[in-house]
């Protein structure tokens, strides 16, 4: 019993750290000894990944498109236009494990993945998918690191200048998507609208507790990998 008593009062320090307000706070995932899973907290919710909570300042521009020509997330822009957004803060969509944090180079740039955890309400299953936010000025995250909803991951920038200043977020339902999208269907099977995912899964019940999610499925892209 006393055992279980420290456990609980760990995972509840542990949830603090991820979801708290100490920003400079890194907390890493505790792998399984076969490096197959990661202890991950259950995402209470998720918000947008720029003027958290609610996008305030910022429009979207392009949304999810899986017809030809396809665009497979969202771009959203600062409401100053042009470059006026470069360098602003996005932040993780919600509490996850960070298990890619590169520079994908092409049209990507610097690129963060994080993986998430949650109950879906009616089903009452653990269910996982991911969020990418790529053309980062900064990558503000280390592989393997646990972030909480609203922590910011990177800044917004042009990707070496190819872009106008803006953030291209996508979410997916199938994890091993990673910026090659190689072999993965475009449905909304694998990938999914992020806008609408937010406001569906807005507020989820505070469970604090950690479970196993899937790792270790990356495929190496341009010679970088992810966890």
């Not at 909570?53 to 910022?58: E, L, W």
């Not at 503000?140 to 953030?167: C, K, P, W």
Request: hydrophobic share 35%.
């Amino acid at each position: 019993m006393f055992r279980l008593f420290r456990f609980l009062l760990l995972v509840s320090a542990m949830v603090f750290a991820i979801s708290g307000s100490q920003a400079d706070a890194v907390v890493m995932a505790k792998k399984t000894p076969d490096g197959k899973w990661a202890y991950v907290p259950l995402a209470d919710g998720f918000d947008f990944p720029v003027g958290k909570p609610d996008g305030k300042g910022y429009y979207k521009s392009r949304g999810l498109r899986l017809a030809t020509p396809r665009h497979l997330g969202e771009d959203w822009n600062g409401n100053g236009g042009g470059n006026s957004d470069l360098g602003d803060p996005v932040y993780s969509i919600g509490l996850g494990l960070v298990t890619y944090a590169a520079d994908a180079r092409g049209r990507w740039g610097n690129v963060v993945i994080v993986r998430h955890a949650f109950r879906e309400p009616k089903s009452g299953k653990v269910l996982c998918c991911q969020s990418l936010y790529s053309h980062l000025d900064r990558i503000d995250v280390r592989l393997g690191q646990l972030v909480g909803r609203g922590a910011q991951i990177g800044t917004i920038g042009t990707n070496n200048g190819m872009f106008t200043a803006h953030l291209h977020a996508e979410l997916h339902f199938n994890i091993n998507v990673n910026c090659g999208h190689q072999g993965i269907t475009k449905n909304n099977i694998n990938y999914g609208n992020l806008t609408e995912f937010i406001k569906h899964y807005r507020r989820l019940p505070e469970e604090r507790k950690f479970v196993k999610l899937p790792i270790g499925g990356f495929l190496p892209y341009k010679n970088t990998t992810g966890l």
